[in-house]
């Protein structure tokens, strides 16, 4: 059983994570948290904020405080941190797994458009839709920035980093969302395309299914590849069972 586990946070998978090891006798917990949001819900167990300075000061940092297990579970679009945990397992010897809920798939009646980054999402935008509901987190906006002729609502928990487009709405929010209000939101700012990631989850998923019973086209961020080798868990669960630890 290990003694100190760091977790790499930011999800609400990390959150669930830390709060069932902290109430393990014998086991403590770190939660590292990149800083992007400035007022992060609670977390159980102790807390740093900040970056590492790469791979090899995340491998320092493991060694100099004993971390004897660590999980990546952080968004499954943070490719450089994830990056960065792998390499740093390997330099140490940390064992570690990633934590990653299932991602989304697109269902009967869903009017799907993939991507495989921001860009070639604003690149199909203005052949589907001239008023667009932007749900990719605030700091990468500027790939839609140059899309002067097209109507944004923008949410993100925190105002979005400029550069943003010329034509943007904000809304600050935090989910869970429901069907009904992603449906009546959409109906009230007449969006007729959606733009998200594939985060994978229950909480921002009402905008899926309010998208599909409105028959709007959605375009998706595919999830950048894992590096090679990686091992993946897709629940808390099954992290839990990976360290060693048996469901309380």
Known sequence: MPSHVLILGGTTEARELAARLASRAGVRVTTSLAGRVSRPGPVDGDVRVGGFGG???????????????????????????????ARAAALTGVPAVVLRRPGWHAGSGDRWHEAASLAEAADLLPRLGRRVFLTTGRLEIAAFAHLADLHFVVRSVEPPEPPVPPDTRTLAARGPFTVEGETALLRAHRID????????????????????????????????PLPEGVTTVPDVTRALARLGLAPE
């Open 193 to 224: 395309v959606l733009v998200t990631k594939d985060s994978g989850g229950a909480a921002t998923a009402a905008k899926l299914t309010a998208a599909r019973e409105l028959e709007l086209p959605v375009v998706v961020v595919r999830r950048p």
């Open 55 to 85: 791979a090899e000061g995340l491998a320092a940092w493991l060694r100099a405080h004993r971390v004897d297990a660590m999980v990546d579970a952080t968004h499954p679009f943070a490719a450089r941190i994830t990056a960065n945990a």
